[in-house]
């Protein structure tokens, strides 16, 4: 059924737009049976779960950090991951930048935007995060390629939109920019009940996880 399920979403997608299986909860055959099926992008929410897979898959795919970050876990994410898509601090971004150095890396980041404005949530409020994307300038070992955004809890994913589209306006407005360490080039928006619109709106990286799997369980 996995397999069907990720053939059934890459022909639904355009070329450009990049798979991420959202693996959060998922088993080690879950995630080898999506990766046999075409899978080239893995999405994780929690280290701890990372370092439990990894030995088995290691880097015959991408490995995406979507969750949220706390520092004390930040060298060992630049260690294993291939892009962090949910940066929302200065404090962040320079210990990505130290740990990064640590192992001569350049480490590839999008920005988490809060585009629904939502204390509970992490994530830059849209109106701070071109500060943001300034205050990356001295960091050599930083990229930062994108933004990533959530958008609020909606029973209708087409009310996801303004959201989507708000955050593609500020992937524009940076893109067409020249700024040091940043390179605009990933939007990621949307997961299983959504990534249409969000692919509508100029999502080119789309973060699946329940359409691949079905309903999550916990191991």
């Known amino acids: 059924m996995i397999k069907e399920n990720v ?90 930048d130290e740990r990064a150095k640590g192992v001569d890396k350049i480490m590839p980041v999008l920005i988490e935007v809060n585009s629904g404005r939502e204390e509970q949530k992490s994530g830059v409020y849209p109106e701070q995060v071109e500060r943001l994307v300034n205050a990356a300038a001295p960091f050599k070992n930083v990229l930062i390629q994108g933004l990533m955004t959530m958008g609020p809890f909606a029973d209708d994913p087409e009310k996801l939109r303004p959201y989507f589209k708000l955050t593609k306006e500020l992937f524009d407005f940076l893109k067409a920019r020249e700024t040091k360490n940043v390179q605009m080039k990933y939007l990621s928006m949307g997961m299983s009940d959504s990534y249409k619109i969000a692919i509508q709106e100029g999502a080119n990286i789309v973060r699946i996880g329940t359409l691949i799997f079905g309903p999550r369980h916990d191991r």
């Open 7 to 96: 053939q059934k979403i890459f022909k639904e997608i355009p070329e450009d737009v990049l798979l991420v299986a959202a693996v959060k909860s998922r088993s080690i055959n879950e995630i080898k049976e999506a990766v046999d099926a075409g899978v080239k992008i893995i999405g994780e929410n929690y280290l701890q779960e990372t370092e439990k897979l990894f030995p088995y898959i290691e880097h015959i795919v991408k490995w995406h950090y979507i969750g949220s970050i706390q520092k004390k876990k930040i060298k060992k994410i630049v260690k294993i991951f291939d892009m962090i898509e949910t940066v929302d601090s200065v404090d962040v971004l320079r210990e990505i």
